[in-house]
């Protein structure tokens, strides 16, 4: 009896992954890798992976992949399907690389309606450098730099990028996910899909904000770690489609 083998084709097999228990990183790689196989568009994929602890994605994904400075994912995607507008861009970033040093990149290159997908782990913490604020950290929320809790006064307060860019005309497809549960990957995969198709229609900039789970720096268990999005980081980050300009787009093609 001949076996399926259980991996799409575009996640590489027998690699050990680096990230730590409990985290989401895993679960995106593998919701991305079904559907470049699925839509077929693994031979024409071009990923541009951060800073951050998804640096290594490459050891993950069998499809090329460059790595960009810190930030500058969407400038670098910009130029990739600017040179090669018949490749398939998506960039794969965190938090602070793109809502922190790379918030410049992100906004213009969303508000110029560049014809790339964007897949954003928000985890509300730099997950690689030990836990310190991001701009997506909640008020009072601790970390390595905010032991007592962030204080807006002094901090700031809690940036919510994906909704500030969301409304640009050039942004055809917006929504916000989570990774916590069977039910909740399967509508995390259902939008990374409307996103890809997206760029496959050509009808502009598509972003999938992600909400993901990091159990090490919020010193919480993986299951703690779920709940926790569902109890507190939704209700500042909640789960839903924020715009959606397909059809107009088309119209006006």
């Known amino acids: 009896m001949k076996l399926l083998n259980p991996w799409p084709k575009y996640h590489k097999q ?12 895993g ?11 699925e839509m077929e568009l693994g031979e024409k994929a071009f990923c541009v992976n951060p800073a951050g602890c998804a640096v290594l994605a490459y050891d993950y994904l069998d499809i090329d992949m460059i790595e960009s400075s810190h930030g500058r994912g969407a400038a670098v995607a910009t130029g990739i399907k600017t040179v090669r ?13 793109l809502s922190a040093i790379g918030t410049a990149e992100t906004i213009h290159s969303a508000n110029r309606g560049e014809s790339i997908t964007v897949i954003f782990i928000n985890n509300a913490v730099y997950g690689m450098t030990g836990g310190q604020m991001a701009p ?17 006064k002094a901090d700031g307060y809690t940036l919510h990028i994906t909704d500030m860019i969301a409304p640009l005309p050039g942004v055809a497809y917006a929504e916000r996910v989570a990774v916590t549960s069977p039910a909740f990957i399967r509508k995390a995969k259902k939008a990374i899909r409307t996103a890809f198709q997206t760029q496959v229609d050509q009808l502009g900039y598509s ?12 010193k919480l268990s993986p299951s703690e770690s779920c709940e926790w999005i569902h109890t507190t980081l ?14 107009e787009k088309r119209k006006s093609c």
């Open 207 to 218: 972003i999938v904000e992600i909400l993901s789970t990091c159990p090490t720096n919020w």
């Open 27 to 37: 679960v995106v790689h593998r919701i991305i890798a079904e559907l470049l196989d």
């Open 136 to 152: 997506t950290t909640l008020a009072w929320q601790k970390t390595t730099t905010t032991p007592e809790g962030r204080k807006p």
């Open 234 to 247: 939704e209700k500042e980050f909640p789960l839903k489609v924020l715009t959606d300009k397909r059809e």
């Open 85 to 97: 507008p018949d490749l398939f861009v998506f960039t794969y970033q965190g938090d602070g690389d």
């Open 14 to 25: 027998n690699v050990v992954s680096h990230y730590c228990p409990g985290c989401g990183h």
